[in-house]
């Protein structure tokens, strides 16, 4: 198993792979971990008909790089091994748990100048971060650059899956993906529950995800409300102790990052309220599940859903 | 010429009482004060009861504690090195007790037990004020050079341990950590730095005499029969001990122990035996009125207690460097 390069990691990868590095968890509760794994094989027959117009007999690109760690499982989901010319050094992990095996042979990059010159790509799927250095270097190899954005709601994943697809001449393969999803999502919707529960996503108190983020979207669609989703217009705020006593929500999901070594988070989200009155109430969810948007999150959503039916009964008493 | 004015401790024992009041009223969640004696008086536990007896009276608490201890430490260090700059974190032991603590996060003790944090952090408080001690037993400059050079050396740490944090999220948490809290401790961890933080009380309180006597200068002192090199251990140890304790607590806070024994240096002398029991309580008001403004002032994400003690204290510098500029010829 790699690790990545410890001195490599910049702190702006550090939200996407802290989360995407504890994928093996991830695959213990997601039903669909085994999906897909490999280019065009493993998807549902039928999935890719319909209302989709006939592909294009446009020239598929062979040499794709991806740049981000989204888009290397996005990739590795839609096309044959042998087109990919470089999947990110993050990815390993995270395609370990989520599509085993898939990227054996992928050669990876570390999102450097040097790397794109070398493995003269012709396509680049590149993230937001490392998309004006890609531009920069792209007409020199001779590749095109597609900019993919970060997926943080079902609507977002709709479309960056269709753009990927898109890029990389498989509309097909991001349909059947996209049909697989929605079918979940559905499932789901016409199955609310009763009540719904009151959640949060608290491990410790210094970032929880309100409004606008993929955790918030994901709790929706498992049918609890995520009582911090009314922190005001910023995505990641500060949810104290005394908030969440006052809140009283019914269960806490706890982001685990088994990736790596603990951190003093762990201790933080341990502390004596927590175990006392939470105990049998929370909810240990893989962050790598909500890090990247992927077809994959409805199946994070249904995770959630089967894990409310084993909590206790009524709200935390005291 | 001391100027002697109106002893300004009753008034600020009654701040320091009243800040303690509010302290326990005031919070991120609103209850008002009676909802909160409700709670106190009904059935335990309750919500009212659970926030005041877990969260705040703990924050309080560490407030009140981390901060006199800067305030002590402060005036104990400006009156034994004579300088107006000198503060805790000068003979490199907050350093020595923030890359402690950071180890214990680093290597994951923090998580497996919670005691890791504090218990490293006064280890390396302890080990950081022994090196100083070791190079700079000397004389007082060789004690503020010594102790630059370990506060180097725990810097050159601290970076280390970010660079090669064992995960990205491990990092920011170090960070986070650093700019310092005493929000949401639990008992236990303020129970086993307490006695450190007396311990070092304890030191800090036998130096009265013999700082009174530096103030003439090192030889008169000594022919005064001070032993300096005993003063030096017992205000190093002293700062070691409570200061140490508090930055394994809450992080590294500035400034506080800067300030706080020059704002009470008007209002009662500058005779250093004075000055630290005063010293010592404004600097835990100060803390105290911090960490309650921080609460009141509505941000998205928490503003850290050092962040803020930072804020107020640089343009308190920058007084202090006119002030100083002013009285020299």
Redesign the interface.
Known sequence: MTTPR??E???K???V??RL?CLPLMCLLLPACAGPATGTEGLPDGASSGALPAPVAVRKPTRIMSMMLCNDVLLLMMVPRDRIASITYLAHDAVEALLPGADTGVAINHGTAEEILLQKPDLILAGTDSAPMARKLAKAVGARVVEVGAANSFADIRRVVRQVGQAVGEPGQAHALLAEMDRKLAWLASHQPARPLRVVAWSG???VPGKGTLTNEIIAASGADNIAAR??D?R???F????L??A?PDAILQGE?R??????????S????IERYWRGRRIGYPDAAYACGLPQSADAAIALRNLYRELPAGRPR? | MVRLRQDPMPLMLALLLAAAGASLVI???WLPPVVLFDGLAAPK???AW??VT???IPRTVLALMVGATLGLGGAVLQGLLRNPLAEPGLLGVSGGAALGAVIA????L???F?LA?PLLGIAGALVAGALTFLFGRSGTLTLILAGSAVSGLAAAGLALAL????????????T??LLGSV??K?W?QIALCTPFVLAGWLCLAATPRGLDALTLGEAQAESLGVNLNMLRVLALAGVALSVGAATAMAGAIGFVGLVAPHLVRPFVGYRPSRILLPSAVFGALLLLVTDIAIRVIP????LKLGVLTSLIGTPFFFWLVLRLRRMSP
């Open positions: 410890k001195n990691l910049s702190l990868a550090a939200s792979c802290r590095a108190s210094q970032a922190l005001p910023s990641y705020g500060s104290g102790l005394e908030e006593l006052a009283r990052t990736w790596s070594g603990p951190s003093l988070q762990d201790a933080q341990m502390h004596p309220l005291w | 919070g991120k969640v536990p309750n919500l659970l926030i877990e969260l705040r996060i680093y290597f994951g923090a998580a497996r919670a944090t660079n090669f944090a064992p995960s990205p999220y491990a990092a920011y948490e170090i986070t950590w929000a949401e639990e236990s941000t998205s994400s928490e």
